[in-house]
């Protein structure tokens, strides 16, 4: 425990497991983001398998039909939002400060409400499977099914109320990444030398600030026609079923891109860095994000083509859905030239990178046949669709994320993960994705409907649905092998250089591994794009630093964002089983500690020179 | 460059943008009014598509009372103004008249709250129950999110006033000043979409 001056100020640190649970540093929020993400992404890899066992052979009873609707809608939930999004805040949280040469982000202490919040939420969505009532109306969770008329149980108010709770710490993430952005940036560091990652991350942040709200909403009028008779979507009372739809979707599109646009941030990285090259095209990169996310917020409906909006708006959606594979196109391509004449390493992180390029393409193009409205009522509630978006979110995101984890491991643990038992996750997981959804393209064109727990032999599906489960299964190895790798690199010294992969190009790769709690020691000069690698390529072995050797401010860890937190987690069971005293109980815990965070004024502490050079550790 | 540094040193003239910790707040709060726009517009939204679904309740142009209506917007709108005084005084380092301003802009918030509530309940007397229809559930959520943001303000800068009294006019105290009538202005401005949008289309466009 290093003690802490700051002109008279004391600051209690803590050790242990109180650590944890008071840290606002984000390197180890990061890490709690990873550990909490994979932990749910476990959960949803088990469901998915247990779907796909289901479905190995016909009339197949492993499962009962109410089991595989809760199967369906907890993978699909459970993967979005508490696996996907946590191991994309893992990353963000990782690296972001870092790349722009920033000691933290811009909100410390939201940023660890963020992440509490994000797990209670995670936490009382599961729960459901202890309570027994578990949410069955599919991740969409559309009306009248997810009404209180044919979903009377709890199942669809621990999807409102969890989704709720974790959307908060969303939306503070998205705020809080986006300031840092703007507002922290090392000197030099203009907009336009921003590592490709921090820019995908700050218009993802955008994103989420602009389409989270909405699904506040729906969940609000859906948790109020629910809990409390209101007719927001009760037909019988003059409410509109399409208007859930539309609320949904105007959220739940932009979220599609809130995950993509990270992995091409992701992929830009590895792919220069394993290519020895300055990334292609960065400014084309930088607009195709852009605009991406533009018209990411204009094509909600096309989820929606055969729900009867007409023509003209089916026409609308279709062509705006298809203008995106125009900038995502030329990120491909920026890519391809990337890596073309490049002296190309086959890292674990590299090998996912390049398989993600075609991977995400045949998502890409099975988009675009899916945005054409007329061909889309053959497509729609069929295999085909199952298959094109597990394309782009596995092909695309997961394995961005497995090329993020295993580059930047090493920046976030100080060890380098085992590259053999990487490459094994690689192709195991590679193969196992496609054995399991190139098939699926086919059984969608042949007709087989999605979220169907079982089927007749005889139609031609029966093959097909063997294969696509010994890929599931396939799969999951992958992620043990990942899994035994997390251990077996545990188990090994901590002994990372600052550069580890030795032609890394940005910030993070001039300061330790894992970096000290105020990561940089004199915030650095930066003099171009590809900051660290144009002083590389100029003979130095360092940064230029922008500021003398000084005291480094910090700000004080802080429990009152757990307890924040486990107010709402309460607040929210009293919701659901309608005892108002304990939700009462539960805001006023959340509220009290708002206001002594308001009344009590953090001071933060400070790091001396003379402790700097002892090395704190993060 | 912390907040504390500052502290001890007389004030520069915009208090609240003294440090990065106080810039990033601001930053910060835009961008969560940017989320707030959204949140509202959506809450607009689904209140546009359900406001003619009345069932057997009755309808806006049989509910709403203009001038009353009226009378609230301008005593909120008039807060707005009271609280752009107490941040000119804030630029002046006039602590005092400040004060005055916040307490003003308090009291203003309260009387708005108290029509709310007294409209309401005329309301449910008159039959029109959050239950009763698609148009009330819509109406009391969007109106009701509104009066809950301006109750939240209402606290929040009765607290800001309480901090400016124990710790004086610094540049951690400023911050929170400007914020909260950042905020404030805000639900002005929602307000004033509503007694456009459900109001007076409600009354003439029904």
Known sequence: ?618 | MSAHDHAEGHLPHEPEKATLDARNKILGFWLFLGAEVVLFGTLFAAFLALRHSVGDGPTAGELFQLPMVFGATMILLTSSLTSVFAVQAMHHHNKKSMVTWLIVTILLGLAFLGLEIYEFVEYVHEGHKFTTSAFSSSFYTLVGFHGAHVAFGVVWIALVIGQVFKKGLTVVTAPKVYISAMYWHFIDVVWVFIFTVVYLMGKVAG
Not at chain 1, 17 to 30: C, E, F
Not at chain 1, 226 to 245: I, P, Q, T, Y
Request: with cysteine; charged share 10%.
């Open chain 1, 1 to 618: 425990m290093a003690a802490a001056h700051a002109h008279g100020h004391k600051v209690k640190r803590y050790s242990g497991l109180m650590d944890w649970l008071t840290t606002v540093d984000h390197k180890k929020i990061g890490i709690l983001y990873f550990i909490a993400g994979f932990f749910f992404f476990l959960i949803g890899g088990l469901e998915a398998i247990i779907i796909r066992i289901q479905l190995l052979k016909p009339m197949n009873d492993v499962v009962a039909g109410d089991t595989f609707n809760e199967l369906i809608t907890m993978h699909g939930t459970t993967m979005i939002f508490l696996a996907a999004m946590p191991l994309l805040f893992a990353l963000m949280n990782a690296v972001i400060p870092l790349q722009i040469g920033a000691r933290d982000v811009a909100f410390p202490f939201l940023n660890s409400l963020g992440f509490w919040t994000f797990f209670f939420g995670g936490v009382l969505l599961n729960l459901s499977w202890f309570a027994g009532a578990v949410p069955d109306a599919g991740w969409t969770s559309y009306v009248p099914l997810a009404g209180s008329i044919y979903s009377s149980g709890h199942g669809v108010d621990y999807y409102v109320l969890g989704l709720q709770i974790a959307g908060i710490g969303t939306l503070l993430g998205g705020i809080n990444f986006m300031a840092t952005i703007i507002n922290m940036r090392a000197p030099g560091l203009t907009f336009m030398r921003l590592p490709m990652f921090t820019w995908a991350i700050f218009i993802t942040s955008a994103l989420i600030v602009f389409a989270f709200p909405a699904l506040t909403v729906g969940l609000v009028a859906l948790m109020f026609d629910r809990l409390f008779n209101a007719n927001f979507f009760d037909v019988a009372n003059g409410g509109n079923g399409v208007l859930w739809e539309h609320i949904f979707w105007v959220f739940g599109h932009p979220e599609v891109y809130i995950l993509i646009l990270p992995a091409f941030g992701i992929i830009s990285e590895v792919v220069s860095t394993f290519s020895r090259k300055r990334l292609f095209g960065y400014s084309s990169m930088v607009f195709a994000t852009v605009l991406i996310a533009f018209l990411g917020f204009m094509v909600w409906a096309h989820h929606m083509f055969t729900t009867g909006l007409g023509p003209v708006a089916n026409g609308l959606f279709s062509i705006a859905t298809m203008l995106i594979a125009v900038p995502t196109g030329v990120k491909i391509f920026n890519w391809l030239f990337t890596l073309w004449g490049g002296s190309i390493r086959f890292t674990t992180a590299n090998l996912f990178a390049i398989g993600f390029i075609p991977t995400f393409v045949m998502g890409g193009v099975t988009g675009v046949m899916l945005a054409s409205a007329p061909a889309d009522y053959q497509y729609h509630d069929t295999y085909f669709v199952v298959a094109h978006f597990h394309y782009v979110i596995v092909g695309g995101l997961i394995l961005g994320i497995f090329a993020g984890l295993h580059y930047w491991w090493p920046k976030m643990f100080g060890r380098i993960l085992n590259e053999t038992l990487g490459k094994i996750t690689f192709w195991t997981f590679f193969i196992g994705f496609h054995l399991t959804f190139f098939v699926q393209h086919f059984l969608g064109l042949l007709g087989m409907p999605r979220r169907v727990y079982t089927y007749l032999g005889g139609q031609g599906y029966d093959d097909m649905n063997f294969i696509s489960t010994i890929g599931a299964i396939l799969m999951g190895i992958g992620t043990i092998v990942f899994l035994i790798n997390i251990f077996v690199t545990w188990a090994k010294p901590r002994n990372a250089s600052n550069d580890p992969w030795e032609d890394g190009r940005s910030l993070e790769w001039t300061i330790p591994s894992p970096p000290p709690e105020y990561n940089f020691k004199q915030t650095p000069l930066v003099r171009g794009y590809d900051a660290w690698w144009k002083e590389k390529m100029e003979g130095k072995t360092a940064m230029t630093p922008a500021e003398p050797v000084g005291s480094i401010h910090m700000p004080s860890p802080s429990i009152l964002p757990f307890i924040m937190s486990v107010g709402l987690f309460i607040a929210g069971f009293g919701f659901m089983y309608d005892q108002l005293i304990v939700a009462g109980v539960g805001l006023a815990i959340t509220l009290g500690c708002m206001v002594v965070r308001s009344l009590v004024d953090d001071h933060g502490f400070h790091i001396e020179p003379e402790e700097q050079d002892k090395g704190v550790q993060a």
